[in-house]
Nanobody, 129 residues
Framework: EVQLQASGGGLVQAGGSLTLSCAAS????????IGWFRQAPGKEPEGVSC??????????YYVDSVKGRFTISADIAKTTVYLQMTSLKPEDTGVYYC????????????????????RGKGTQVTVSS
């Protein structure tokens, strides 16, 4: 059974930084696409970023709104995926979830993270102005 646990959320001022962690119980992280999506109150979930760690089929993808500000990375040994968020804006506020799908990420992976099969409980990120 795939289990995902997100952590690291908090309250930060605009312009600040946070790093989220997603601990994944995966037998082989290379077999999965793992990503982050967020949901603000009253809004639809929005994909943020995803990563595939396979040397052959892996990749990193971001939605336009976070490019240059967010960085996704993975610690393969720890089967943990991180989302480093900098230059945070109030519109980045929401509950952030990590999710995973078996198979390599595709070019539109970042926009579809919220449709991935496996997801964990979210962590709240609040950016004050």
């Amino acid at each position: 059974e795939v289990q995902l646990q997100a952590s690291g959320g908090g309250l930060v001022q605009a312009g600040g930084s946070l790093t989220l962690s997603c601990a994944a119980s995966l037998s082989n992280i290379d077999d999965y696409a793992i990503g982050w999506f967020r949901q603000a109150p009253g809004k639809e979930p929005e994909g943020v970023s995803c990563i595939g760690t396979s040397a052959k089929y892996g990749g990193i993808y971001y939605v336009d709104s976070v490019k240059g500000r967010f960085t996704i990375s993975a610690d393969i040994a720890k089967t943990t995926v991180y989302l480093q968020m900098t230059s945070l804006k109030p519109e980045d506020t929401g509950v952030y979830y990590c999710a995973a799908d078996w198979g390599p990420p595709g070019p539109h992976c970042a926009t579809r993270v919220h449709d991935m099969e496996y997801r964990g409980k979210g962590t709240q990120v609040t950016v004050s102005s």
